[in-house]
């Protein structure tokens, strides 16, 4: 399974020039558009009552939406960059730099259970993991192969049931564990800890549970690379260890 952008895709229809609805008042940049490279000429072009500027508006949950500047009209999607090389989807490349800046906040935090690479250091990722999941427990059965091959995993607990579920007093315990590492394994293994979760514990999951609903986690496993995309599932340790070696700047 190919690593999978959290991304929609955009789809650009064309028409004929013969039935194309243009007229005077049509911008000549709109009367024929070049996209990826491919010569587009639009069915019809229509101005809308929207007055500029224009705003992307971002919620806590992390929805992202343009409106003007009364709030009265919004367009939910996607920005992109007609660029001379390509479309460019300003709106996840946002999205993607959020990611990290957040990411950064949770592991000095110690929220995370961090496994260093080993040997020479390629890149990093994160991943939202539920201990009760069995796709995360497959990819945390190759963990010794990612961080031989130079990556560091955090994993931030994400319980997909509710607090008081078994799997996220199994997440606390591990975050209240002396050793972490040692405790996420053995969980993973279906070992029981005897360890009382603290307050503080119960903190750090709850606030890591607020990240991945601004991230718009949907389930578990789910895999950020050190660009900030963002994929759902479980990938092998083969494909991921590409794909973070490609996501490397």
Do not use: W
């Not at 607020?210 to 690379?225: A, C, E, K, S």
């Amino acid at each position: 399974m190919a690593f999978i952008p959290v991304v929609a895709s955009m789809a650009i229809l064309a028409s004929s020039t013969a039935l194309a609805e243009l007229n005077d008042e049509t911008p000549a940049s709109l009367q024929q558009l070049t996209i990826n490279g491919q010569a587009l000429t639009p069915e019809s072009v229509r101005r809308v009552a929207i007055e500029g500027p224009i705003y992307e508006v971002r919620l806590r949950n992390g929805d992202t939406f343009y409106s003007d500047a009364q709030g009265r009209h919004m367009l939910v999607g996607s920005l992109y960059d007609n660029a001379s090389d390509g479309l460019i989807n300003v709106t996840e490349q946002h999205n993607r730099q959020k990611r990290l800046d957040q990411l950064s906040v949770a592991i000095e935090k110690n929220n995370t259970v961090s496994y260093p690479a080993q040997g020479e250091p390629v890149g990093e990722v994160a991943v939202f993991t539920d201990t009760t999941c069995p796709y995360c427990q497959r990819l945390h059965q190759e963990l010794d192969q990612l961080t031989a091959a130079g990556i560091t995993v955090h994993y931030i607990p994400f319980s997909r049931a509710a607090r008081e579920s078994p799997a996220a007093h199994q997440l606390t315990q591990v975050m209240c564990s002396a050793d972490p590492q040692g405790a996420m394994t053995a969980v993973f293994s279906g070992q029981h800890l005897e360890v009382t979760p603290t307050e503080d514990c119960q903190a750090a999951i709850d606030q890591d549970f607020q990240l991945g609903q601004r991230f718009g986690v949907q389930g578990t496993p789910t895999i950020i690379l050190p660009s900030g995309e963002m994929g759902e599932g479980y990938v092998p340790a083969e494909q991921l260890i590409q794909a973070v070696e490609e996501a490397v700047p």
